[in-house]
């Protein structure tokens, strides 16, 4: 009994000096076990919160990191600090958001997106979490970050096509301001659905539309200051692509900004700096 109770307190008393180490300990084994459960194909990622960035050179950087959020990567360029949001949306994600912000948020009060996409009910309390520390969200085309951004990045990265996808650009209205750095990225859609290992082949399938508790009408739902019209257009678009269908929904820009998914943009500064989109008359000033 007393052997058993050592390893207990041990955690016990990690948990004390930093919740995060016990947290992350257990999300460690849970990949590890869910990699072995099935042969399936999973995405193979260094440790567990971290993915890898540059295909070549393999960079091993955390999944929530401040860095440098540009219009483009020329000289005119408008660039803002920012955290970045990289890969999918997992619960580890909102730990690496929570660590990420108690780093830098004296620093920052935006984040932006580059991902994926990943689990509704995640991306639920990820919302939760923008909207309650009043951070702004963004996409942007180009960013370039490493040692001098974050010292937890080993190298300097920069890169571009960036991509919003399936539950990532519901985090988008979160924001207390919603940015497009330039217009040189992808915003993604699909209705929604699951994926499942049968036969160590993957399989998808759509969630009826749907009395399961949507994750998309209650992120809609606790949205403020977009039209509820616009808001319905949206959900609309998101339903129109099933989720079987391998590929995904684009939304053109102009029509992001038609629904308010942005409500500020910042170009070149060759170019007008700011546009502002008025949610009263739809129209932009330059």
């Not at 403020?224 to 998101?238: A, R, S, T």
């Not at 998914?261 to 949610?279: H, Y």
């Amino acid at each position: 009994m007393i052997l058993l109770a050592i390893p207990i307190l041990i955690l016990l008393y990690l948990y004390y000096l930093d919740p995060h180490i016990v947290k992350d300990m257990g999300r460690e084994v849970y990949y590890k076990a869910k990699s072995l459960s099935s042969n399936c194909e999973v995405d193979i990622l260094p440790r567990p919160g971290h993915v890898w960035l540059d295909k070549e050179r393999k960079i091993d950087v955390p999944q929530v990191l401040k860095a440098k959020a540009c219009t483009s990567e020329g000289e005119n360029s408008e660039c803002i600090d920012s955290l970045m949001l990289v890969g999918g949306i997992s619960p580890i994600t909102l730990v690496m958001l929570e660590k990420a912000y108690t780093l830098y948020k004296d620093d920052i009060d935006t984040i932006c997106l580059r991902s994926f996409g990943g689990e509704l009910d995640v991306a639920n309390d990820m919302f939760d979490f923008i909207k309650t520390n009043g951070l702004s969200t963004c996409m942007a085309s180009y960013y370039k970050f490493g040692p001098d951004t974050d010292k937890r990045v080993p190298e300097q990265v920069k890169t571009k096509n960036s991509y919003c996808s399936s539950a990532c650009p519901f985090l988008m209205f979160a924001g207390q301001e919603r940015l497009a750095l330039g217009s040189n990225f992808k915003l993604e859609v699909h209705h929604p659905g699951k994926k499942f290992c049968i036969d160590d082949k993957f399989s998808k399938v759509d969630f009826p539309s749907l009395k399961y508790g949507n994750g998309f009408l209650d992120i809609l739902e606790r949205t403020e200051g977009i039209p509820e019209d616009k808001k319905d257009k949206f959900y609309n678009l998101v339903m129109s692509k099933p989720y079987t269908e391998k590929k995904l929904l684009e939304v053109p820009f102009q029509t992001a900004l038609e629904l308010e998914v942005f409500n500020k943009v910042i170009e070149d500064r060759n170019e007008e700096s700011v546009v502002r989109i008025l949610p009263e008359s739809g129209k932009i000033l330059h």
